[in-house]
């Protein structure tokens, strides 16, 4: 009974503590909980508003600085990037050049790392409310690089909001002439969906040692009527040297029927040109309940096919058993037939 007590008391106490801390338990943006704070956040949707808004007071110029194709080593190269305050309150801000996290990007490609340095410096200063900052990025490319595409992620931290954020950085090194590769190894698009959407796939293969970007393109309209182009998927990315970039369609529900896609994938070939490749091709979208439904009929015009064999089968059957029995009925019968007509002789004669 004293433990029912304690329960009891333990489960009002907690009860208690969430009704008077109504944002205790609410998950924030960078998946962290979020914790009530006397006078400042009263419930899960205030939280989430604040929360949004530090996201928000620090804004950067560019997420890409492309310092483009250098022909010259062993001199510096710089850009500037923008950074904003957008809100009432002074933020401290904190820089650091890093190699990008991407897989796609090999080792030998992320130097660009270590080439940069933040001009005066200065890599942890303060803001002012709705004030700007110009931050300056010298890179430094060593007399001894090697030609081809160099990376690095710049990352931009607001430490008062604890907020990050990131700018890629591309450079190619362009003393001995740059070798692109690009090539299309998939372009795919799923002739049957269960669905409303779009299915489609494309990769673009680089063998080269320069980066590009390249461009995926979407249309589709009604295979019978009036043409009516509808662009779903307009992307680019960066293909890096020695790397795959896929594109995969993120189609909005566009209804069932028969569709004509039109494919556009733009890159660079081996050739140093801009080329690009396109396809058609006609896709049926099925609800899934039609598909069942003319599974079922499958399965039933099957078991009737069955059925009328079997039948077809057992009739033969009876027939080639009646056969023998007919047989010896009707040999039987001229047998019977032939004594008659001897007896009747016999009669004839006497």
């Known amino acids: 009974m004293k433990k029912s007590w304690l329960v009891g008391i333990v489960l009002c106490g907690f009860l208690s503590f969430l009704m008077a801390n109504p944002a205790y338990g609410c998950i924030g ?3 962290k909980p979020i914790e009530g704070k006397d006078g400042e956040v009263t419930n899960c949707a205030t939280a989430e508003e604040e929360t949004k808004k530090a996201g928000d007071a620090l ?3 560019t997420e890409l600085l492309d310092y483009g194709y250098l022909s010259e080593v062993g001199r510096s190269y710089t850009q500037t990037i923008t950074l904003t305050n957008k809100s009432d309150a002074t933020i401290a801000v904190k820089l650091s050049a890093e190699k990008p996290d991407s897989s796609e990007i090999k080792d030998e490609s992320k130097l660009a790392a270590e080439w940069v340095a933040f001009v005066g410096g200065i890599k942890y200063f303060e803001i002012p409310a709705n004030g700007t900052k110009v931050v300056g990025l010298r890179i430094m490319v060593p007399a001894d690089a090697t030609f081809g595409s160099q990376y690095a992620t710049i990352k931009v931290e607001d430490v008062s909001n604890k907020v990050k954020k990131t700018v890629d950085l591309r450079l190619t090194v362009a003393t001995e002439g740059v070798a692109f590769g690009g090539e299309v190894t998939k372009n795919f698009a799923s002739p049957i969906n269960l669905n409303n959407k779009i299915n489609a796939e494309a ?6 040692n320069a980066g590009f970007a390249a461009t995926y393109i979407l249309r589709v309209t009604k295979k019978f009527g009036l043409e009516d182009w509808k662009e779903i998927t307009n992307e680019t990315k960066e293909v890096y040297p020695g790397a795959e970039t896929s594109f995969k369609s993120d189609s909005e529900e566009i209804g069932y029927g028969f569709f004509t896609i039109e494919q556009k994938i733009t890159y660079i070939n081996d050739k140093g040109e801009q080329v690009e490749e396109a396809s058609t091709r006609t896709v049926l979208n099925l609800p899934l309940w039609a598909v069942i439904a003319a599974n079922i009929v499958i399965v039933l015009i099957i078991v009737l096919l069955v059925v009328i064999n079997i039948i077809k089968k057992k009739k033969a059957e009876d027939e080639e ?6 047989a010896i009925k009707e040999k039987k019968s001229k047998k019977s037939k032939a004594s008659k007509k001897e007896e009747e002789s016999i009669e004839i004669e006497m």
């Open 29 to 31: 943006p960078d998946g």
């Open 59 to 61: 804004e950067v110029s």
């Open 321 to 326: 058993d009646r056969a023998p029995r007919k």
């Open 203 to 208: 990769v673009v293969k680089n063998d080269g």
